[in-house]
């Protein structure tokens, strides 16, 4: 199984911060790499798919970059609304696998 | 607008069975992957099973494996997920999700409310 690893576990940042999250595959999963943001109570929500790409709707603010083995998700301006625990998830190989989640909480 | 709807969670002995029901509205089923994603109380999400659009090369968890079943129905377009052998580490919210396109290679872009399944005796 290819084993997703995200850094830091949690962080703390003001409103404004430029958030950084990293994600590292055990194996390459070439670009099949998705970015999800999940608030409590509530389903994921797709923000980036293919490592870079922007799903429909949500703001430039998010962006992704990457390839084979490690993956970043920016944040370029933290909003209030981006408080929430964010994962990545590779389609490359079987099983599917997530990363184990990244909390952001308010400093 | 795409939704999704599940039902058939509950409260199950250990060793029970539940078959989970997705129905989904909104897109044209039959054209894209779907997929299960469960999420124990307080933990991170966790990928369980997914189907291509026509049904073929279903893949699981391997904790699953032998245990658990993905099928779609695309006249109804419903997708289920049979959970045989249950065990209290199956005790989990499960969500159906859409897949980005035939495959799953684009995520997951549409998620169901989820539907709480607790194994416990």
């Known amino acids: 199984d290819i084993q997703m690893t995200q850094s830091p576990s949690s962080l703390s940042a003001s409103i404004g911060d430029r958030v950084i999250i990293t994600c590292r595959a055990s194996?390459?999963?070439?670009?099949?790499l998705s970015w999800y943001q999940q608030k409590p109570g509530t389903a994921p929500k797709l923000l980036i798919y293919?490592?870079?790409t922007l799903q429909s709707g949500v703001p430039s603010r998010f962006s992704g970059s990457g390839s084979g083995t490690d993956f970043t998700l920016t944040i370029s301006s933290l909003q209030s609304e981006d408080f929430a625990t964010y994962y990545c998830?590779?389609?490359?190989?079987?099983?599917?696998?997530f990363g184990q989640g990244t909390h952001v909480d308010l400093k | 607008e795409v939704q999704l709807l599940e039902s058939g969670g509950g409260l199950i002995q250990p060793g029970g069975s539940l078959r989970l029901s997705c129905e989904a509205s909104?897109?044209?089923?039959?054209?894209?992957?779907m997929s299960w994603v469960r999420q124990a109380p307080g933990k991170g999400l966790e990928w369980v099973s997914g189907?291509?659009?026509?049904?073929?090369?279903?893949n699981y968890l391997d904790s699953v494996k032998g245990r658990f079943s993905i099928s779609r129905d695309n006249s109804k377009s419903i997708l289920y997920l049979q959970m045989n052998s249950l065990r209290a580490e199956d005790t989990a919210v499960y969500y159906c999700?859409?897949?980005?396109?035939?495959?799953?290679?684009?995520?997951?872009?549409?998620w169901g409310q989820g539907t709480l399944v607790i194994v416990s005796s």
């Open positions: 998830q590779q389609t490359y190989g079987a099983p599917r696998t």
């Open positions: 194996h390459s999963v070439s670009n099949f």
């Open positions: 189907i291509t659009a026509n049904g073929g090369s279903p």
């Open positions: 999700a859409k897949n980005g396109n035939f495959y799953d290679t684009s995520g997951y872009p549409s």
């Open positions: 909104g897109f044209v089923f039959r054209s894209y992957g």
């Open positions: 293919g490592a870079s």
